[in-house]
């Protein structure tokens, strides 16, 4: 008897080393299968970008977080940039990331608006805040973890990995009321577009490497887009001749890195970290862009003829009146997008006390 319980004794135990065994064989297998996570796993992915390369602004931000993260992670994270229509058409972007189509994309949430309004809003929202609060109030009060929650319902991990300031907008002829809106075809995406569409104005969601094909063939009549910068690298300042400010569409908003979820959820730690890091460092070469390269770009328009132009203050006060019961039917009809306009403005209603206490008034004439 005791050898019997002596040999079942010896029998468990080199069943349970072979078990062990057998598990780290098949983790260190796991480790090296491409896409699978493993420690210093080569990562190449394939970026679809839905502006063109030749975009001062947004164009070139897609290439830099390529080029910084192959740096950051000593080579071991690839990102290979296509441009629009390259690997999938713009506006498409979305659901083939979400499919695993393709493993990445850089875009801007106002196209998105069909899978959800409250996307919009990290887009940039009409007679919203600047950038330093919208920033503010994404990282600081819940606006990160709602924009997160959102994309993870689609199967998308999604980084805030640049920004979008005031935008312009560029028009063939006058606008001097909302009946100069009436049937006029804009280009115009987001929440800015929905404001334009209840004036009057027929909204086209059109790619930004359409654009000047738009205005070349006069389907389009005017576009709100990104600013100067990107606006004259398009050629839009070809076509069109008056260029109205301020920017109400828009003062800020966020252009994202979406990565397939499973392909965000097979990276190891470190590799998250960097991208991670890469965003935040391309947020702020972002900021300085727009204050960089807007102004001379403007100028540059204005010497090929584009009159600039503000908008008339009755007409904006018909838009800001437009926005406000879309905002309030949008809030009634969707309780995520109720729940993020609230947040906002009241985040933004704090800080512009603390604006107006901590700013200089400008001197008396």
Sequence with gaps: MRGFILGLVIGLMAGVVLAVAQSDRRAASDALRPGSGGANEPVHWRLASAYPPALPHLGARAGAIAEAIGRISDGRIQIQVQGPGQLVAALDAFDAVASGTVDAAFSSAAYWGRKSPSFEIFAGVPFGPD??????????????????????????????????????????????????????NVAAAGLAGRVLGALGATVKRIAPSDLAAGFADKSLAGALFAGPADDLALGLGSYGKVYYFPGWGRQSGLVDLLINAKRWDALDALAKAQLESVCGASLKAGIADIENLQFTALKTLIRGGVRVERWPAPLVSKLRGAWQRISLSLAKADPTFRRLIQSLNGFAEDRAIWRELSTPRPAPP
């Design 131 to 184: 950038m330093a609060t919208f920033l503010a109030w994404f990282e600081n009060a819940g606006g990160r973890a709602e924009y997160e929650k959102l994309y993870a319902a689609f199967n998308i991990h999604a980084i805030a990995c640049g920004v979008q300031g005031p935008t312009g907008a560029l028009f063939t002829e006058d606008v001097q009321a909302s009946v100069d809106l009436l049937g006029r």
